[in-house]
């Protein structure tokens, strides 16, 4: 994904933090089947999941939430279907939610009896509001929830040796927790998991509720990293949501500030203003040249699965994937898009005026996308005269004509289609 060197980063020497980027991609994780279907007005059907769950694994995600299966029986049944149809291809963990609590750590793993492979995601609460308005426990009965919810996921998959277990601990409501109690609490967690005994464990820390800039999430994950037990055998995953609308920022700045792993969905659906959007993230490291080791080529082919299975549309402007994103109707964008193109040589770095990525990359084409209404100018009209119906108008004609669409645009109020663009063409000029 080389060409995308185009948009030169801002020189070293202008940036505060100039080895603050991000050189690979985090682990991902899509959580679209339980956080993003918790949150919907109409839960998935079981033929919505598989669909969502298939797309998942085509587009190359290894690790997929599936549901919260101690607390829903469509999800326990949909785990067990996955695993007794053979749904799960041998290189995806399926990963369940449960909370820390023995008789639903139990019914977790007995939806998970037969999987090959798979991450209990064990989470308490741990906010000074969740504590005191919620709880009414100190830090110590806090801390004691997610030890004794440890010790049984510990023991729980000692007595399945047939599965791959990882373990995953959210300390829920994470942005709201003072940092060295969140810290305690994920010692605590480590030393009954002891990563460091090769058993694989995951920290997943939740901006639960976005509560802070981008910049505060971050920091707060490089102190967790910095001051935690073991770090160097544990992933360290980032959860966000959207509340302030930076939720992909955070996740940004988290992986730069030292994050492994990111859970999210795809388009962002999730809880209120929803979870992180994977599209948009992945999409963004693509455009640095950073492999995003998932395949969003056919991205109206997944925007319809997306919209099929959770009913709700993709929002027109939704980055990268919405119907208006490579559209300009603007006469001087217009311009420098084709200008660009028509120089731009095969194999050349992306540097095109408007166009952050090539519309390609996504199975989109620009030329696809050229529309016209009364803000076009002579190259918009021109280019679709020159690609719907192969005339070719020289630069005079190009300016008379255009006001000729232009006013009928202002008349009509909207856009006007290769059709009527001919057909005035016609009118006006071929007709005798
Ligand atoms: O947002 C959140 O805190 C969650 C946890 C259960 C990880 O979804
Ligand atoms: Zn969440």
Not at 221 to 229: A, F, G, L
Request: aromatic share 8%; net charge negative.
């Amino acid at each position: 994904h080389r060409k995308y060197v185009a948009f030169k980063p801002v020189a070293k020497t202008d940036r505060r933090w100039p080895d603050k980027v991000i050189e690979k991609a985090p682990t991902w994780c899509a959580v679209d089947l339980r956080d993003g279907n918790q949150a919907l007005v109409k839960p998935m059907t079981v033929a919505q999941k598989q669909r969502m769950f298939d797309l998942l694994v085509k587009l190359g995600f290894k690790e997929i939430e599936i549901g919260f299966p101690a607390a829903s029986q469509p999800d326990f049944d949909f785990c067990r279907k996955l695993i007794e149809e053979n749904r799960i291809p041998e290189d995806v963990k399926i990963q369940v939610l449960t909370q820390a609590r023995p008789e639903l750590i139990e019914r977790t793993y007995e939806a998970l009896a037969g999987a090959r492979k798979a991450i209990v995601h064990v989470y308490n609460s741990t906010s000074t509001v969740q504590r005191e308005q919620v709880f009414g426990l100190d830090r110590d009965g806090i801390r004691e929830i997610a030890v004794s919810g440890a010790k049984v996921v510990r023991d729980m998959a000692a007595r399945h040796p047939e599965t791959e277990w990882t373990f995953q601990y959210s300390p829920e409501s994470f942005t709201g927790t003072e940092l060295d109690f969140a810290a305690e609490v994920i010692d605590a967690v480590s030393d009954v998991w002891r990563p460091d005994q090769g058993q694989p464990m995951i920290i997943n820390l939740p901006a639960t509720v976005e509560m802070a800039t981008p910049n505060v999430f971050a920091d707060q994950i490089e102190w967790i990293c910095d001051n935690i037990k073991r770090r160097e055998h544990i992933s360290i995953s980032v959860h966000t949501h959207n509340d302030r609308g930076c939720a992909v920022a955070a996740a940004e700045l988290a992986v730069m500030a030292g994050a492994d792993r990111v859970e999210g969905t795809l388009m962002g659906n999730g809880e209120r203003t929803g979870n992180m959007d994977l599209v948009t993230m992945a999409m963004n490291l693509y455009s640095q040249g950073i492999d995003p080791t998932l395949d969003l080529s056919g991205m109206a082919a997944i925007s319809e699965v997306v919209e099929a299975c959770t009913e709700i549309s993709t929002h027109p402007r939704h980055p990268y994937a919405g119907e208006l994103v490579f559209t300009a109707f603007s006469g001087s964008h217009q311009d420098a898009i084709r200008k660009c193109l028509a120089r731009r040589k095969e194999g050349e770095a992306w540097n095109v005026a408007y166009l952050p990525i090539d519309p390609f990359d996504v199975g989109r084409r620009y030329e696809e996308v050229v529309r016209i209404n009364s803000q076009s100018g002579k190259g918009g009209v021109a280019y679709v005269l020159e690609r719907d119906y192969n005339i070719s108008l020289p630069r005079w004609l190009q300016i008379e004509f255009s006001k000729v669409v232009q006013r009928e645009a202002e008349t009509n109020g909207g856009e006007i289609d290769s059709l009527t663009i001919h057909r005035l063409f016609e009118d006006r000029y071929l007709k005798v």
